[in-house]
């Protein structure tokens, strides 16, 4: 899926995207009641570091990574993390977590007074960088993604990793184009 039309994308009842491909992480458990899912978080990342295309993110989401395939992932093998999607360079869209489920993406994290922000959001991750732009096939599939989430949840907020994880996290990253996505709920 290069290219994504806003109706293109639905989630279902059971809070999964079609089409996405579905890859299931373990790295996930239940929204602690009364979680209702009102947040979109957009990060960044990419594996090796600043490369771009290969299975390393599907890899360390899925408890799979090689810790001896590059030194970098010999830091990070251990982690126990995930998001309810990703979005390739190509605009792909990759699924984890069901979006009802409490993904593990956004760690030690508070908006507005609220803690531990997995409990009421959705992770969003593009492969890229705090050091280049992303690609226009990611922004047509993200603006798609976001139009399906707020057709199913009442979405109130968009933000950053770095906004609700400031000092700690930077990204999305100084490339991300905020003007590209529509952060109103009008």
């Given at each position: 899926?290069?290219?994504?039309?806003?109706?293109?994308?639905?989630?279902?009842?059971?809070?999964?995207?079609?089409?996405?491909?579905?890859?299931?992480?373990?790295?996930?458990?239940?929204?602690?009641?009364?979680?209702?899912?009102?947040?979109?978080?957009?990060?960044?990342?990419?594996?090796?570091?600043?490369q771009y295309g290969g299975q390393g993110i599907m890899q360390l989401f899925t408890n799979q990574l090689d810790p001896q395939a590059h030194p970098y992932?010999?830091?990070?093998?251990?982690?126990?993390?995930?998001?309810?999607?990703?979005?390739?360079?190509?605009?792909?869209?990759?699924?984890?977590?069901?979006?009802?489920?409490?993904?593990?993406?956004?760690?030690?994290?508070?908006?507005?007074?609220?803690?531990?922000?997995?409990?009421?959001?959705?992770?969003?991750?593009?492969?890229?960088?705090?050091?280049?732009?992303?690609?226009?096939?990611?922004?047509?599939?993200?603006?798609?993604?976001?139009?399906?989430?707020?057709?199913?949840?009442?979405?109130?907020?968009?933000?950053?990793?770095?906004?609700?994880?400031?000092?700690?996290?930077?990204?999305?990253?100084?490339?991300?184009?905020?003007?590209?996505?529509?952060?109103?709920?009008?």
């Amino acid at each position: 899926m290069s290219h994504t039309p806003a109706s293109a994308i639905h989630i279902d009842t059971a809070g999964l995207a079609s089409p996405a491909q579905y890859l299931l992480s373990p790295n996930q458990d239940e929204r602690p009641p009364p979680a209702e899912v009102d947040m979109i978080v957009i990060h960044n990342i990419s594996l090796p570091p600043n490369q771009y295309g290969g299975q390393g993110i599907m890899q360390l989401f899925t408890n799979q990574l090689d810790p001896q395939a590059h030194p970098y992932y010999a830091e990070i093998a251990h982690l126990k993390v995930s998001s309810h999607f990703l979005i390739r360079r190509t605009g792909e869209l990759l699924q984890f977590v069901s979006c009802n489920q409490r993904a593990w993406h956004a760690g030690l994290s508070q908006w507005q007074g609220r803690e531990r922000c997995n409990d009421f959001s959705v992770g969003i991750e593009l492969e890229g960088s705090d050091i280049e732009a992303f690609e226009d096939a990611q922004y047509v599939t993200l603006q798609a993604l976001i139009h399906a989430l707020r057709q199913r949840y009442a979405i109130q907020h968009i933000v950053g990793h770095s906004e609700i994880a400031p000092g700690r996290k930077t990204d999305p990253g100084p490339f991300f184009d905020w003007q590209r996505i529509s952060r109103s709920t009008d």
